[in-house]
């Protein structure tokens, strides 16, 4: 069961001091798990999960823990927050939105096509982040392109807390296309319309 969070003023994020805990019947060895992943060349870093919100008046505040990658990514914890993480919902001059093929090194929904997102580390500002994830996701320079400040909606879906941001591109369908194409030659794009969004997914999850 998906919750959505509308019209709210501004978003917080209120730091937990406690950390999460490791499941009591977990026997592995931290260590040299840890020591083999990074010999993958993956990185244990420090990510945000959202414990839960509260609302003050027209604003939201999300309670967060810090939680270590290797922790989420090898299920070491006994409750699992919802991930913190930002969708970016860019729409163009003429309508369209802007969809990104994900690659296969992330854990869930290799290979679907998604807005441009990223979970948020801990010490970075969401906003920061999506500005982060526009950049590294789409290389549209910063003159094309006009980001909300504010989120403009909070989305609680299963392990998910995900902060959709939307952003306005002074480009076309056709004008960004062409400027994607020539920049990420190996990445594939999608443009839909907005009533096209919510059917396209549901489909995309039976095909894939």
Request: hydrophobic fraction near 35%; glycine fraction near 6%; include cysteine.
């Amino acid at each position: 069961m998906s919750k959505i969070l509308k019209d709210f003023d501004r978003l917080y994020i209120n730091k937990i001091p406690s950390k999460p805990k490791l499941k009591e019947n977990y026997k592995g060895n931290l260590k040299l798990e840890n020591k083999s992943l990074m010999k993958k060349g993956l990185y244990n870093g420090t990510i945000l999960g959202c414990v839960d919100y509260t609302k003050e008046g027209n604003d939201i505040i999300l309670n967060c823990q810090e939680l270590k990658f290797f922790d989420i990514l090898l299920n070491r914890i006994e409750r699992t927050p919802k991930l913190a993480n930002v969708d970016i919902v860019i729409e163009t001059k003429d309508k369209y939105i802007l969809m990104i093929k994900r690659g296969g090194n992330v854990a869930t929904y290799k290979y679907y096509f998604d807005f441009p997102a990223g979970l948020i580390p801990q010490g970075i500002k969401p906003y920061s982040r999506a500005v982060n994830r526009i950049k590294e996701d789409t290389g549209i320079e910063k003159k094309f392109i006009k980001l909300n400040k504010e989120p403009s909606y909070l989305m609680l879906k299963g392990k998910s807390a995900g902060l959709f941001y939307l952003a306005k591109c002074k480009l076309t369908k056709k004008e960004l296309e062409k400027f994607l194409g020539n920049k990420f030659v190996d990445k594939k794009i999608l443009f839909l319309k907005k009533s096209e969004i919510k059917n396209f997914l549901i489909d995309q999850k039976k095909v894939y």
